[in-house]
């Protein structure tokens, strides 16, 4: 059974930065690409980053948080990260980790089979 738990979420002034991690169990986790998305009360959830499994490098990250969010991983601890960094009131939301069936990097949300609980991410201005 795949487990997702993401934490490192909470309340933090603008500017401020937060990391995020997502420990995932239950698959051979270093094979799978995973992702970050984000839902906001009223929005649809929509894709932050992305980080490829073994065999296809890179990372995606959307134009709303590029150059002020990273995502990593360290395979030998079945975590990825978000690094969160000169947070914006915009950027409050629930944030969920997914994780796909296969090493392709992928942005869309349907791509993702297993998704955690979510963590709340609250900017204040």
């Known amino acids: 059974q795949v487990q997702l738990v993401e934490s490192g979420g909470g309340l933090v002034q603008a500017g401020g930065s937060l990391r995020l991690s997502c420990a995932a169990s239950?698959?051979?986790?270093?094979?799978?690409?995973m992702g970050w998305f984000r839902q906001a009360p009223g929005k649809e959830r929509e894709f932050v980053a992305a980080?490829?499994?073994?065999?296809?490098?890179?990372?995606s990250t959307s134009n709303s948080v590029k150059g002020r969010f990273t995502i990593s991983r360290d395979n030998a601890k079945n975590t990825v990260y978000l690094q969160m960094n000169s947070l914006k009131p915009e950027d409050t939301a629930v944030y969920y980790c997914?994780?796909?069936?296969?090493?392709?990097?992928?942005?869309?949300?349907?791509?993702?089979?297993?998704w955690g609980q979510g963590t709340q991410v609250t900017v204040s201005s």
């Open positions: 997914a994780a796909a069936v296969g090493s392709r990097l992928r942005t869309t949300r349907y791509e993702y089979p297993y």
């Open positions: 239950g698959r051979t986790f270093s094979t799978d690409a």
């Open positions: 980080i490829g499994g073994i065999g296809w490098s890179g990372v």
